[in-house]
Nanobody
Framework: QVQLVESGGGLVQAGDSLRLACVGP????????MGWFRQAPGKEREFVAG???????????GYRDSVKGRFTISRDNAKATVYLQMNSLKPEDTAVYYC????????????????????WGQGTQVTVSS
């Protein structure tokens, strides 16, 4: 059973920063592509950012348009951890943020499809006040 555990959420003001972290399984983490999704009340779960496993052709990274230039996804395979650095937060970023894992490589397009992800964390709440 693969477990993903998120941390780092909280209540902040507009313009502040937060860094989310998600710890995955040590032995297989490097072979997994990872994504961050979010879900606001009454809305569908949506893609935020993704980072693929590294292959000979390189590594794919992708963001939803509304967070480009503000959010940065990164991973540290030695720590089996994926991060989401969120800067210049806005009230519309308020949601429960979920970490997700997919097996193998994903492209910058396919990583946006939540059906690709097999493993999910329990979520961490991010609330941005105006």
């Amino acid at each position: 059973q693969v477990q993903l555990v998120e941390s780092g959420g909280g209540l902040v003001q507009a313009g502040d920063s937060l860094r989310l972290a998600c710890v995955g399984p040590g032995r297989t983490f490097s072979t997994m592509s990872m994504g961050w999704f979010r879900q606001a009340p009454g809305k569908e779960r949506e893609f935020v950012a993704g980072i693929s496993t590294r292959v000979s052709a390189g590594q794919a990274i992708g963001y939803r348009d509304s967070v480009k230039g503000r959010f940065t996804i990164s991973r540290d395979n030695a720590k089996a951890t994926v991060y989401l650095q969120m800067n210049s937060l806005k009230p519309e970023d308020t949601a429960v943020y979920y970490c997700a894992g997919a097996q193998g490589f994903v492209t910058s397009q396919s990583m946006r499809d939540k059906r690709l992800y097999v493993y999910w964390g329990q979520g961490t709440q991010v609330t941005v006040s105006s």
